[in-house]
């Protein structure tokens, strides 16, 4: 079966995705939509934060429209990479920090 990487971008962040599913939106002309997103399963010990991350962002997305200027490239790919959160102007990697940091006491 294909696998496809999608890259887009989302709120000033590139987004790399993996699926197994491209094609044009039925939601409206403009938008294509990619589904069957394909994450890490492998239950090792060592886990990616923004794989994590990105798995939990679209956790429940059966299919995710984007808009076709948002979109910038659509490869087929033999086998799965790594899922990725780019900075837009970088191109570095963004590695999300939880916001929720432990409380001093004073």
Same mark, same amino acid.
């Given at each position: 079966m294909a696998m496809y990487k999608v890259s887009f971008l989302n709120q000033g962040k590139v987004y790399e995705l993996f699926c197994r599913k491209v094609s044009g939106s039925d939601l409206?002309?403009?938008?294509?939509e990619i589904s069957e997103l394909v994450f890490e399963t492998d239950d090792s010990v060592v886990i990616d934060p923004? /794989?994590?991350? #990105?798995? /939990?962002?679209f956790e429940d997305v059966e299919v995710l429209? +984007? &808009?076709?200027h948002a979109?910038?490239?659509? /490869?087929?790919v033999r086998k799965r990479g790594i899922c990725a +959160?780019?900075?837009s102007k970088s191109g570095e990697k963004?590695? &999300? #920090? &939880? #916001?929720d940091g432990p409380r001093r006491k004073r």
């Open positions: 409206s002309y403009g938008f294509i923004t /794989e994590e991350r #990105l798995r /939990e962002e429209h +984007i &808009p076709m979109v910038i490239r659509v /490869e087929q +959160i780019r900075d963004v590695t &999300p #920090l &939880p #916001l």
